[in-house]
């Protein structure tokens, strides 16, 4: 497979999955970029994402992080679930911040891989990091379209 193909098959897959997830999308995530064991979502801080302390709510810092993850380690149309996650909180994320969430693939073997994510604000200033491990089950993230005869 060239790298044209792979880049082609990694944003088809990942646009597929970002239409099918509503709650990345309730969320108001942005699919920014992806490629081959990569991604980058977007996310703005909105009034109903900060907790008591006046700032973002580290479940949905987590959600940012988890849906880049997926968004990469389902790249090579092999429908990929998480199986352990990790996250780790830097600095706070405020009301009206535009996060950046960058999935990089780490390593992938047989069915299993590692992704790291990092979040930053507007300003590059580190947010959060994340460590997802992936799982390979069966089938593929696109699904054959049939011709009509």
């Given amino acids: 497979m060239t790298n044209h193909e792979a880049m082609s098959l990694a944003s088809a897959c990942a646009q597929a999955l970002f239409q099918r997830d509503n709650a990345s999308q309730a969320m108001g995530m942005r699919l920014l970029s992806a490629g081959p064991g990569c991604s980058r979502v977007g996310m703005t801080v909105r009034e109903d994402m900060v907790?008591?302390?006046?700032t973002c709510h580290g479940g949905y810092l987590f959600a940012l992080a988890?849906?880049?993850f997926a968004f990469a380690c389902n790249s090579y149309n092999e429908a990929t679930v998480a199986i352990g996650c990790s996250i780790d909180y830097i600095a706070p994320a405020r009301l009206g911040d535009t996060l950046s969430a960058d999935c990089v693939e780490q390593?992938?073997?047989g069915r299993t891989g590692n992704y790291d994510v990092r979040i930053e604000n507007q300003?590059?200033?580190?947010?959060a990091l994340f460590h997802g491990k992936s799982y390979?089950?069966?089938g593929p993230v696109l699904?054959?379209?049939t011709p009509n005869e």
């Avoid at 907790?51 to 006046?54: A, E, I, L, T, Y």
């Fill in 51 to 54: 907790q008591g302390h006046g």
């Fill in 66 to 68: 988890d849906s880049a």
């Fill in 107 to 109: 390593s992938r073997s």
């Fill in 123 to 127: 300003q590059g200033q580190l947010i």
């Fill in 136 to 138: 390979k089950v069966r």
């Fill in 143 to 145: 699904t054959q379209e």
